[in-house]
């Protein structure tokens, strides 16, 4: 069993940053990825950036020299740190884990892929 719960979100103007956290607990498997995905409303929920355990990392074209994933280890907590923000990027966040199914290539950005989920937080950009 996996638990994730993110931190970080808020309201910045844009242009302006914003660092988002996952405090990540539970089983730590040897291979898994870890991905942000994003919901604005009435829209499907879409991945935003993943990094596996081998540290291979992926992004959406729309975030990509914008927004980086990383993650520490040794306090098993994943970042996504959002530069440059516009309004097209306000919506809810979401940390997740894939720790079975399918082998991968790059670490996807497919939420079907991922079976954890943490609870969401909301970034809001103002223009």
């Known amino acids: 069993q996996v638990r994730l719960v993110e931190s970080g979100g808020g309201s910045v103007q844009a242009g302006g940053s914003l660092r988002l956290s996952c405090a990540i607990s539970?089983?730590?498997?040897?291979?898994?990825?870890m991905g942000w995905f994003r919901q604005a409303p009435g829209k499907e929920r879409e991945g935003v950036a993943a990094?596996?355990?081998?540290?291979?990392?992926d992004y959406a074209d729309s975030v990509k020299d914008r927004f980086k994933i990383t993650e520490d280890n040794a306090n098993n907590i994943l970042y996504l740190q959002m530069n440059s923000l516009t309004p097209e990027d306000t919506a809810t966040y979401y940390c997740?884990?894939?720790?079975?199914?399918?082998?991968?290539?790059?670490?996807?950005?497919?939420?079907?892929?991922?079976?954890?989920w943490g609870q969401g937080t909301q970034v809001t950009v103002s223009s």
């Open positions: 539970g089983y730590k498997y040897d291979s898994y990825c």
């Open positions: 997740a884990a894939k720790t079975r199914g399918a082998a991968w290539v790059r670490p996807p950005l497919q939420s079907f892929e991922y079976n954890y």
């Open positions: 990094i596996d355990s081998d540290g291979d990392t």
